[in-house]
C-alpha cells in the first residue's frame, strides 16, 4: 500500500483510452489502497477546486463550494463502491499493463470511464462528463439542493428574484392593478470553528411600476425605483440530529427613492430560526419582530414577520419547494395580517461547471387588506452558486 497518495484525474470518454492495454483489477487488497488516505483534488470549474479526502476506515468527506459532503467508499464484488449522495455507485477497476501507475475506473451504467494516476505531489483533476450525477470528486446536483434548501449551510449564492404581483380590494379598479418587482437577495456566509455559519442576507426591491392609490379613486404608477432595503445578520447551525436552530437580527434601511415605497425610517429586531432537515427534505421558518429607531419619517415599523419555508426533494435537483412570509402590521388598525399560502418547483442543474437553482413559486394572499392587496404572486428565483473565498479551506 502506499500511503497519502494523490489521485492525478483525468476524464476520458469511452474508447478514448488511446493504445493501452487494461487488466481487470478484482484484487481486493490492491483496490483497497488505491483509496486508503487518499487524497483527490478536482477542478470543478476555473478557480473552483474540490478537496476529497478517502480514509482507511472507509470513510471520506467532500469539500466543494464553501461546504461539505458526506463521501465513503468500499470494494465489493470487486468493484471499488464510492458513497454520493447516500447511496454506493459501483464502478469497475482496471489497470494499465505498461505502467503500474495507471488506472481506469468504469461506471457499468452508463459506460463513462475515469482515467487516473497515482503521483507524489498535489495535481488537479476535472470533474465527470456530467458533473450534475456527482462522482468521487465532485458534488451531484441532488446534493447541492440539499444544501441549498437548509438556511443554515455555508453556500453562498446570488439571488435573482423576478415578482409578478396581482392585486385586487374594494377600490374602484383595484382588480385591474398589477406590478413586476425585482429583488436582489444574495447570501454572504461565514463557516465558524463551532460547525454553526455567521450570515448577512440583504435584499434589495426594485419596483418597475408599482400601484399607489392616489386618494381620488385612482392609481399612480411608481417605478423604475428602489424600495426600502431589508436585511438580516444572523447566525444558524444544524445539529447532528437534523435541527436547525439560529438567531441573530433582522432590520430595514430607508433606501427607497419614492416616498411611496418606504417610510424613510430604520428598523431592528430580533430573529429566530427554527426547523427540521432530513432524507425527506427540510421544513422550517424564521420569525423576526422590528421597531423603528431612527429616520425622518413619520410612519412607525412595528411589524412581525414569519419566513417560513419547505423543500421536499424529487431526485436529479427537483424539489417541491416555497418559502413566503407572514406579516402581522401592529401599526394598522385593521386587516393586520398578510397571509400568502406559497407552493413552487425547483431545480438545480450544475450548468459548464457551476450550480445553478432555478425556481418558480406561486403565492395566494389568503389574508390581505380589504381595500387594496397583492392578491396573487408568481415567483422566478435564478441563483447561481459562487465560491466564498473566506470560506476556502484547501
Known sequence: MVPNRLFILLILLSGQSHAQTWQALTDEAEIRALFTDTVLTTQLKDGVVATSRYNSDGTGELSAWGDIFVRGWKV????????????YRCLDMEKDADSSNEYRATDPVNGES????????????????????GGAGGPSAEEIAAK????TNPVMTIGNNIDFVFFDGDLPGAGSESSVRYVFQTVFPLKLSDGGTAFFRPAIPVMFNEPVPDGQGGFNSVGTDLAD????L?????????????GGVAGTIPIATDDALGKDRWGLGPELLLGRVGKW??????????????????????LTSLNYFYAFPLGGGWQI????????????????????????LAKTSIIAGRPWKFQVQYWNYVERADVFAPEHQIRISISPVVAAPWNDDR
Open 76 to 87: 465489493e464484488n470487486g468493484q471499488a463502491c464510492i458513497l454520493i449522495d447516500g447511496n
Open 114 to 133: 475515469v482515467l487516473f494516476s497515482l503521483a507524489e505531489g498535489r495535481a488537479t483533476g476535472m470533474p465527470t462528463s456530467d458533473p450534475n450525477t
Open 148 to 151: 441549498l434548501a437548509n438556511p
Open 229 to 232: 432595503m431589508g436585511f438580516d
Open 234 to 246: 444572523s447566525y444558524g447551525k444544524t445539529t447532528a440530529a437534523g435541527l436547525l436552530w439560529g
Open 281 to 302: 427534505g427540510v421544513v422550517g421558518g424564521v420569525l423576526s419582530h422590528q421597531w423603528d429607531f431612527a429616520g425622518s419619517g413619520n410612519a412607525d415599523i412595528n
Open 321 to 344: 419547494a416555497s418559502g413566503p412570509a407572514i406579516t402581522y402590521d401592529h401599526t394598522k388598525a385593521d386587516d393586520k395580517l398578510t397571509l400568502p399560502l406559497g407552493i413552487g
